[in-house]
């Protein structure tokens, strides 16, 4: 599409928006971008690892909640962690925690889960990287 035709569309009060069962009005001034996702789809918790199907996880609002650790989680996010090799979630989380990662995760438990899934020692050496901290290579 070409740019007049996006500014149009992003623009005009009269555009419907089909979602679940329903229709609404735009009546705001940018596109909304509704993403449809089915609900068998596998997705991840990024707080506590727990990998589970999208149905699953309670909504409220825009947010979903996580079964088992009780975090807010956006689709966007979900659906991210999940397709994220262990050098990505590394940096995922070093950027997030400034807004209290490690707030919303149990320590202990979340190491050992990434122990369990044998990425904690790639993952801690990407992030101490990130970090600008030495790391140790052990023979």
């Given at each position: 599409m070409?740019?007049?035709?996006l500014y149009e569309l992003k623009t005009d009060k009269q555009q419907m928006i089909f979602n679940n069962g329903g229709v609404q009005m735009n009546n705001c001034k940018v596109l909304i971008d509704n993403q449809q996702i089915q609900f068998d789809t596998k997705v991840l918790c990024p707080?506590?690892?727990?990998?589970?199907?999208?149905?699953?996880?309670?909504?409220?609002?825009?947010?979903?909640?996580c079964p088992k650790c009780k975090n807010l989680l956006t689709v966007k996010t979900c659906l991210s962690i999940i397709k994220m090799d262990v050098e990505q979630y590394a940096k995922w989380v070093f950027l997030y925690r400034l807004s209290g990662?490690?707030?919303?995760?149990?320590f202990e438990q979340?190491?050992?889960k990434m122990y369990e899934?044998?990425?904690?020692?790639?993952?801690?050496?990407?992030?101490?990287?990130?970090?600008?901290?030495?790391?140790?290579e052990y023979e």
């Open positions: 070409n740019y007049n035709k707080f506590c690892l727990n990998d589970n199907t999208f149905d699953k996880f309670k909504k409220d609002r825009a947010w979903y909640i990662f490690f707030k919303k995760v149990d979340w190491t050992n899934m044998g990425i904690s020692f790639k993952f801690w050496k990407e992030y101490k990287r990130l970090k600008g901290e030495e790391s140790y």
